[in-house]
């Protein structure tokens, strides 16, 4: 019970890395406020997790539209009066070539990887400051340090998480409010099997260039959330924790 009687924000916990935390997080004691990109979503976790209405609040939602994210904090708040734990999770994959990438999607991809953690670090960063504690974890990429091909938006909305985190640390530090991120190599998550299927070579490649031969387990991103969160990391904050079976040691 590590998180007992602790509340935490996950975004994109429907599925994935994000589902996986919000089991984990909910096993070890915490509320949770989740913001899920479907009701489908969380109605089927609730199940799975067969949960009580008084620790978990969730809502439909696009990260990406400021005012939602905005309405889920306040009413979030409005629930459980503090946010110890921030877990921007929510994200887009999105693989075409540089040339033909338009500008609008080129904003897509920035406003729902990195805008959305920027919007929810000020609009919870503020509760922390006033609480004088707390937590905020971001996830980025192995990508977000590592260049591969077709990923030039999201790699470069994953590497500015990297940067954003280490200067939003330094920021908050003053008021006891850690701010750290997480990289996770290749996980097997939905999109997984489609991976394998349309893109073999590709995905061949990858359990080659891992030195640890396989994919990672959503489970495992979230043993570090986890650890991040917690006091056994009290004197983190600033820094990227790569989960990534050895990719980034190349």
């Known amino acids: 019970m590590r998180l007992k009687n602790k509340v935490c924000v996950i975004s994109g916990a429907g599925k994935g890395i994000g589902r996986e935390t919000a089991k984990l997080f909910y096993e070890e004691g915490a509320y949770l406020a989740l913001i899920t990109r479907t009701g489908e979503d969380f109605n089927s976790l609730k199940d799975e997790l067969k949960c009580s209405d008084d620790r978990v609040f969730a809502i439909e939602g696009d990260v990406s539209d400021e005012k939602s994210i905005c309405r889920f904090v306040e009413r979030t708040l409005e629930k459980f009066g503090r946010i110890d734990v921030l877990i921007n999770n929510a994200g887009m994959r999105f693989r075409k070539p540089f040339l033909d990438i338009s500008t609008d999607e ?26 004088k504690h707390g937590s905020i974890i971001n996830m980025s990429s ?7 091909p077709e990923l030039t938006a999201y790699g470069a909305s ?4 990297i940067t954003f985190t280490k200067c939003l640390a330094l920021e908050l530090a003053q008021f006891g409010v850690r701010v750290n991120s997480i990289s996770p190599g290749f996980c097997e998550t939905s999109y997984t099997d489609n991976f394998k299927k349309n893109k073999k070579e590709l995905y061949d490649f990858t359990l080659e260039r891992t030195p640890l031969k396989r994919w990672g387990r959503s489970r495992e991103v979230a043993d570090a959330c986890l650890f991040l969160a917690t006091e056994e990391s009290s004197y983190i904050t600033g820094e990227t924790l790569n989960v990534d079976g050895g990719w980034g040691a190349w």
């Open 158 to 161: 994953k590497g500015g998480i």
């Open 142 to 148: 192995i990508v977000g340090t590592h260049g591969l």
């Open 106 to 131: 080129w904003n897509k991809v920035m406003n729902t990887n990195l805008t959305s953690i920027f919007v929810f670090c000020r609009e919870i960063g503020n509760q922390m400051v006033k609480q």
